[in-house]
């Protein structure tokens, strides 16, 4: 089983800064990619950003780029959410999901989720 470890969300200013972690534990073969998702309230959860484990090849929503940044510690298995000049509208749940391939011979990776970390970003 895989375990999505999250921290580092709070309240904070506009124009502040917070960074959150995502550790992945447990039995992996290979880590596919780990990204961030967002739910505000009465909102669709949505693509915040994510990394390519091997490569570390970075993807950004539109709205993030330029104030946020992801990253990985390979030797941590974590990634971290660099989230800069924060806005009000960042102000959500933020999720951690991994694509892990769990077994040496899965086709298709596997699909996870963190418990989500709350964000408010107060104007």
């Known amino acids: 089983q895989v375990q999505l470890g999250e921290s580092g969300g709070g309240l904070v200013q506009s124009g502040g800064s917070l960074r959150l972690s995502c550790a992945v534990s447990g039995r992996t073969f290979s880590v596919y990619y780990v990204g961030w998702f967002r739910q505000a309230p009465g909102k669709e959860r949505e693509f915040v950003a994510r990394?390519?484990?091997?490569?570390?090849?970075?993807y950004y929503v539109d709205s993030v780029k330029g104030r946020f940044t992801i990253s990985r510690d390979n030797a941590k298995n974590t990634v971290y959410l660099q989230m800069n000049s924060l806005k009000p509208e960042d102000t959500a749940v933020y999720y951690c999901?991994?694509?892990?391939?769990?077994?040496?011979?899965?086709?298709?990776?596997?699909?996870?989720w963190g418990q989500g970390t709350q964000v408010i970003v107060s104007s």
């Open positions: 999901n991994a694509l892990v391939f769990v077994r040496r011979w899965d086709f298709t990776p596997n699909n996870y």
């Open positions: 990394i390519r484990w091997s490569s570390g090849a970075t």
